[in-house]
Structure formats: structure tokens, C-alpha cells
């Protein structure tokens, strides 16, 4: 009874694509409820396609098991495939085709095909099915992507990378779109690099590091963290010195009358500190998702929010 109650379950799941080597996926216990909108994030290398190709059982664990509203991953994949929509990182379809054409097709391989509701899904991306797949611009490609995903009205939706290379605007009908398919029942499962989305639209984020589980949080709970970023405006210049030595305090940054920082733990060794001080005002900030995502990999190059690194597997028809 209780793999009803969630659209996505895996135990001990592990990957080793080559014998001796670290494993792309170790021992992934994790668990996706029922209509939720769940962010899957680490960067390049992490497991984040590993997972996403075993849950689609388009490669096999080496140990481990992976069940999907309710049913085994593995043995179930066929009836799964008609319950599920699925964006590839990067999709490859059939280029001397019209957008349309593939629809139809797809749909036909489905077995639902519900055209008025397509042709809504593309009047709001402002898409144009008559062109054929070759002339598409990778943000159309993107857009025909998401049509085939949600045009069967799936339990589940599997998106990875989504809005790579939709304008802003796209973004946010994109946005919309997943709110809505949640409003109706709908799980959604997102890989993404651009935490500013993830952040304004996923209601648990799962955060991934070398095929490893590192943390499992609500977005709100991981942006409460203990530390937060403090602006003190005094009426004269601060030296940075006078708070830099306290236990907790990094990033000082002096710029006028400004002292910016960044504190960890208590407030009151910092009001003793500057005690003696003028303060005009104090402005204390919670951390963006991507300072915390940086906090689990402080010794990786910096993730920039429209950064996209390169799938692991690439060009995938699986949509379908």
C-alpha cells in the first residue's frame, strides 16, 4: 500500500557502467510522492540521466530496484510508457517529418491522441506544427519536446532540462503548464541546472553528488539554512575589521557605508561587536537555492543559473 502513495521509489539503486570504476549511481534510496513537483539537481556526472534512463528502463541496475506508481520499473515498463511523459535532455526526432506528423505518430504509439488538446498545448507555446522537424530552431525543438510530453495528459512527468533554450516567456507559460499538470493530479519529476526555476516552482529538491544521495529537503527548508547573508548601513564608513574576526563571519565585504557579510550562528556576538556604531538600518537575507547547492559542491567550478552541462547520454528518441 505504501508504493501507492509515491510516484517514484527506489532502493539501493546503483549503476557501474565500467567494472573498477567509482559507480555513476550508488546506493540511491529516494522517494518522489504523489503530486509533488520534485527538483533532481546536481551538475554534470552526478547520476541525474543515470537515474532518469533506469526509471525508463532504457538501461538496467546493477543492483537495486526502482518502482513507478506502484509498478516495478523494470517489468511493468511497457504499460509505464503509456502512463508516463518524458523530455530527454537532448531529443532527437525524425527530421523529414512535420511536428505534427510526429504527434500523430507518437500518439498512435500511445494509444491516446486527443488533437484538441494538442493544438491548445501549441497555441500557448506559440508553436507551429506544420514545419518539419530539420527547420526548428533548438528553443521549437524544446517546445515540440513538451507538447509530446504532456499531450497524453501523463500521472507522471519526467522533464530533464525542460527549459533549455525556451526565451523567458516560454519559461514562464512552461511554469504554468507544470502547475497545472500538478493541479490536476499530476507528479512531476525535474532535472535542471537553473535553480532560480527550481526554486520558484518545486516543492522538494533532491541534491546529487557523484551518484550519491547528499540531501533531501523541502525548498524552503534548504533555503533556511544556518547561514544568511547580513547588510549593516551605518552612518560613517565601517571598517571591515571590526565584525571580520568574529566566530561565524566570512565574505565581508566594505562598499561606503555598507558592511556586507555573510554569518553563521548567533546574532549577539555581532550587536556586541558593533555596539558602539551608529546603524542606520540592517538587512538580513536567506541564501538563494544556489548558494546552498554550491555549499555541496564549494570544491566544483561554480554553477551559474543558466549554466547547462552536457548530459551523459546523449540524443535520445526515448520521448516516445
Known sequence: MQGLQHAIQTTQLTKFYTKGR??????????????????????????????????????????????????????????????????????????????????????????????????????????????????????????????????????LLILDEPTNGLDPLMQQIFLQLTRESRENGCTVFLSSHILNEVQEICDRVAILRTGQLKEVKTVSELTHSDFRWVTIQFRTAPQAGMVAALNGVTDVSVNGNRLKFKLTGDFDPLIRAIGQQY???????????????????GDLPAVQNNHRAPKEVEHDRSGI
Open 22 to 155: 567509482p559507480a555513476a549511481l550508488d546506493h540511491l534510496d529516494l522517494t518522489v510522492n504523489r503530486g509533488e513537483i520534485f527538483g533532481y539537481l546536481g551538475p554534470n556526472g552526478a547520476g541525474k540521466t543515470t537515474t532518469i534512463r533506469i526509471l525508463l528502463d532504457l538501461i538496467r541496475p546493477s543492483s537495486g530496484s526502482a518502482t513507478m506508481l506502484g509498478l516495478d520499473a523494470h517489468q511493468h515498463s511497457v504499460e509505464l510508457h503509456s502512463r508516463i511523459g518524458f523530455l530527454p535532455g537532448e531529443l532527437s526526432l525524425w527530421d523529414n517529418l512535420t511536428a505534427k506528423q510526429v504527434i500523430q505518430y507518437i500518439g498512435r504509439l500511445r494509444g491516446k491522441l486527443d488533437m484538441k488538446y494538442i493544438d491548445e498545448l501549441a497555441a500557448r507555446l506559440e508553436f507551429d506544427t506544420s514545419i518539419k522537424v530539420r527547420n526548428y530552431s533548438s528553443g521549437n525543438k524544446r517546445k515540440l519536446g513538451l507538447i509530446i510530453a504532456l499531450m497524453n495528459k501523463p500521472e
Open 279 to 297: 546603524v542606520v538600518d540592517i538587512e538580513v537575507q536567506e541564501p538563494s537555492l544556489e548558494e546552498i547547492f554550491l555549499t555541496y559542491y
